[in-house]
């Protein structure tokens, strides 16, 4: 059995986010071994310099939560979130744009890829799949491909609805093996996180972290390996 924890991301993006729920994300990436913590861009260099020594990954999002940011912009947060120590990236893309028919979620995103791509750091591209039908969604991670992105996410959270596995499985048949899947959004119990890993999901975005990898540590009678 692959280990529950290497797929999770334990996040908190919550808007009222104090130093002491920081130091208990940093307290349990380091028990529980999360493939990475997702944190706003305000505490990246905390953050990093706390877990420097250990193999937990350092993310924040750019764009966040509507995309509506120049790109410009995005670039700008991005180099910032580099210089903090961020090992990657979840930007939410221009969902206006692409809505709008226009090429310009491709120009930003390889902008985007590039500078991720010449730090060395993993770009995932939030594409908001409650806001997509299934054509939109193909068209979604071909755009994504394209531009070279790393990992399209199914979600900010903030959107009426968060990762379905129907969305998750489609965005596995159109992307590349190459092109990872992060579901994200409601995901709260180890079967939920079970069920989109097997729909092929790489990467699991949850705040529930803990009480799944309780759950996960319970059935498997034994230690984080």
């Not at 310099?49 to 509506?68: K, Y």
Request: with cysteine; glycine share 8%; charged share 25%.
């Amino acid at each position: 059995m692959i280990p529950i924890n290497t797929f999770l991301e334990h996040t908190q993006l919550s808007p009222v986010l104090t130093d002491h729920q920081v130091n208990q994300l940093i307290e349990d990436a380091q028990k529980y071994r999360f493939v990475g913590v997702c944190i706003p861009p305000f505490w990246v260099k905390k953050v990093k310099r706390e877990l420097q020594d250990t193999a937990v990954r350092t993310i924040t999002v750019v764009g966040f939560p509507l995309g509506h940011q120049m790109t410009e912009t995005k670039v700008f947060e991005t180099n910032k979130a580099i210089e903090n120590g961020a090992d990657e990236i979840d930007v939410v893309w221009s969902l206006s744009a692409f809505k709008s028919g226009m090429n310009w979620p491709k120009i930003e995103l390889a902008k985007l890829s590039s500078v991720c791509h010449d730090a060395g750091k993993i770009l995932k591209v939030i594409v908001e799949t409650a806001y997509l039908d299934r054509d939109e969604l193909v068209q979604a991670c071909k755009i994504c491909t394209d531009a070279g992105v790393d990992i399209v996410k199914t979600s900010t959270g903030f959107a009426p609805s968060g990762a379905r596995l129907e969305d998750v499985k489609v965005m596995r048949e159109v992307l590349p093996d190459q092109v990872g899947i992060k579901a994200s959004g409601g995901i709260k119990t180890l079967d939920q996180a079970k069920a989109f890993v097997q729909a092929g999901a790489d990467r699991i975005g949850t705040s529930t972290g803990v009480q799944i990898m309780e759950e996960w540590l319970s059935l498997k009678g034994g230690s984080v390996s």
